[in-house]
């Protein structure tokens, strides 16, 4: 994502959330029942950015001689995440940041409860 001159690069299995006010109905039509929403467990907003996801090990990697295996472009195991996509998330697991003047989450893919992605 680039703002002013300046990218902000999420990495691994990460992705960039642009975080909603807590609401009993999200704007995508999702009910979150009061619980939810006093003890802040589930959280939701639209996905800014995605990281590339985990990267793959290569598959000679094995060998013992690794100093012999030609090097090879890293391949990454594919987000389900896509930028755009409304996202419910653990609250918990994210991270909170600000990045020029905006508010945002960092949340691991493995702390997305669900996704909404209009086609």
Do not use: C
Request: aromatic share 6%.
């Amino acid at each position: 994502m680039i703002r002013k001159d300046k990218e902000l690069i999420v990495v691994g299995d990460r992705v960039l959330v642009h975080v909603e006010d807590g609401e009993e109905r999200t704007t995508v039509g999702l009910y979150l029942p009061p619980t939810a929403i006093d003890n802040q467990a589930v959280q939701g907003g639209k996905i800014v950015a995605t990281g590339p996801g985990l990267p793959m090990p290569s598959p000679d990697s094995n060998s013992d001689e690794p100093w012999r295996a030609p090097a090879r472009e890293t391949r990454f195991v594919p987000m389900q995440a896509r930028t755009g996509d409304y996202a419910l998330f653990f609250r918990k697991a994210a991270v909170e940041i600000t990045f020029e003047g905006e508010r945002y989450l960092v949340v691991p893919q493995a702390a997305i409860l669900a996704l909404v992605r209009e086609e």
